[in-house]
T-cell receptor, first 116, second 115 residues
């Protein structure tokens, strides 16, 4: 079975450029999460969706960040304009319905972003 | 507010020995879930083990067991018979009752297994 698929795996860009990260959750999963991992702050939740609807975006750093989930099989995280402090590994994760408290998150391999 | 604390930034263990990775948490929710994930150097996050706050017995999964002490709000991971492949970052996480699906992660512990 295919896991959570993220692209690109690595992205190097210059400050001010737009960055779009993509995620395909596991088929049948109805919750999708975007996390950011840095050395300083660890793993932080940016936003999560349930049934394609954003439920909690309180972790989105600022207006430069936006996320969409147009359908159950695709989500994007966009940064515009990017800044060096956005450099991090961005993880997408999904979880299936009906698992309640015990349902683990299934993570993608992450997208490593470097903003010069 | 939910908080996960992992006080050991790094740990070393001899191959074939057991090791305990500490995790304490803070929540006022009566019901919650506790998770451990492994992150090897390749970067992916691998789910290891789950413990529910109302589970009567400590969770076990192969060489992994969770030493759950509810009154102390601790959920330590015990890895028995350590292997070289266990060298990785280990993250403790909690899903509070009020947090819907979200997991709150600790800062992690880097485990190094010495041959």
């Amino acid at each position: 079975d295919a896991g959570v698929i993220q692209s690109p795996r690595h992205e190097v860009t210059e400050m001010g450029q737009e960055v779009t990260l993509r995620c395909k959750p596991i088929s049948g999963h109805n919750s999708l999460f975007w996390y950011r991992q840095t050395m300083m702050r660890g793993l932080e939740l940016l936003i999560y969706f349930n049934n394609n609807v954003p439920i909690d975006d309180s972790g989105m750093p600022e207006d430069r960040f936006s996320a969409k989930m147009p359908n159950a099989s695709f989500s994007t995280l966009k940064i515009q304009p990017s800044e060096p402090r956005d450099s991090a590994v961005y993880f997408c994760a999904s979880s299936p319905p009906g698992t309640g408290m015990a349902g683990e998150l299934f993570f993608g391999e992450g997208s490593r972003l470097t903003v010069l | 507010a939910q908080k996960i604390t992992q006080t050991q930034p790094g740990m070393f263990v001899q191959e074939k020995e057991a090791v305990t990775l500490d995790c304490t948490y803070d929540t006022s929710d009566p019901s919650y879930g506790l998770f451990w994930y492994k992150q090897p150097s390749s970067g992916e996050m691998i789910f290891l083990i789950y413990q529910g706050s109302y589970d009567q017995q400590n969770a076990t999964e192969g060489r992994y067991s969770l030493n759950f002490q509810k009154a102390r709000k601790s959920a330590n991971l015990v890895i028995s018979a350590s292997q070289l492949g266990d060298s990785a970052m280990y993250f403790c996480a909690m899903r509070p009752q009020t947090g819907a699906n979200n997991l709150f992660f600790g800062t992690g512990t880097r485990l190094t297994v010495i041959p």
